[in-house]
């Protein structure tokens, strides 16, 4: 069945305790934390110390998407903040070197994710399949919660999920940006095995609904 992870990107902040309590009756399968640092990004969202209080209200899942310019230096300190999952982009300029980048997370004791802008080809990902644990593919450009999803997003998660396939590895496949009761099935019929739904779930007026339906279950 496929996981469904709310971004909380477009939350309350004021009441951000009270979203994840919430989330923790809704049925999601983990939490997706968006790390911005307004230079990989143009915009900023919040940082290790924030993932480390969320750490202390859930059991869920802590799914971090990192945004940032450089990646490194943030290894430990979203391991030691308590994230399950740790995902960077192969945009980033501290992503040279991305297979140690990804081999680093690991060490870290937390499952390696790799992202692509929408404009980047499924190419990138040719040798590092066996490197990672969940590829994340951005289905808007990232920055922002609530933008429309990018269509062409489909035919690159078939061919990411195929090439998976035929090299016999099982990352997650993980689509984040636009998803929505619209459009979450032809997603999944694609090959996503993770959605990521920021404005859909957390904005709903019935989160745990809507996340039901995604699943599958209603
Ligand atoms: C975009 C972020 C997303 C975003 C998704 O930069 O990576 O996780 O919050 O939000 P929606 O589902 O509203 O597009
Ligand atoms: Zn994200």
Same mark, same amino acid.
């Given at each position: ?14 009441? $951000? ?13 983990? $939490? ?19 993932? *480390? ?23 430990? *300190? ?8 740790? /995902? ?7 992503? /040279? ?6 081999r680093s997370i690991r060490d870290a004791g937390m499952k ?74 032809? $997603? ?16 709903? /007026?019935?989160?745990?609904?809507? $996340? ?7």
């Amino acid at each position: 069945m496929v996981k469904i992870s709310p971004s909380i990107l477009t939350a309350d902040f004021c009441e $951000i305790g009270n979203t994840i309590r919430m989330l923790n009756h809704s049925g999601a399968d983990w $939490i997706h934390l968006d790390i911005m640092d307004n230079v990989f990004v143009p915009n900023m969202s919040f940082g290790q110390s924030t993932v *480390r209080d969320i750490r202390k209200i859930t059991k869920l899942p802590l799914d971090v998407h990192l945004m940032v310019y450089d990646p490194t230096p943030y290894v430990t *300190r979203f391991a030691e903040a308590g994230a399950d999952y740790l /995902t960077v982009h192969v945009e980033s300029p501290g992503c /040279t070197h991305l297979q140690r980048v990804l081999r680093s997370i690991r060490d870290a004791g937390m499952k390696a994710g790799v992202s692509l802008n929408p404009a980047t080809p499924h190419q990138a990902l040719e040798y590092i399949y066996e490197d990672a644990d969940l590829i994340l593919i951005m289905s808007v450009n990232p920055g922002f919660g609530g933008q429309k999803f990018l269509p062409q997003s489909l035919r690159k998660i078939e061919v990411i999920a195929n090439r998976a396939v035929q090299l016999g590895v099982a990352p997650e496949i993980q689509v984040d940006g636009g998803v929505n009761l619209e459009n979450f099935r032809s $997603i999944v019929a694609a090959g996503a095995t993770v959605l990521v739904a920021g404005h859909a779930v957390v904005d709903a /007026t019935d989160p745990a609904g809507v $996340i039901r339906m995604m699943r599958g279950e209603a």
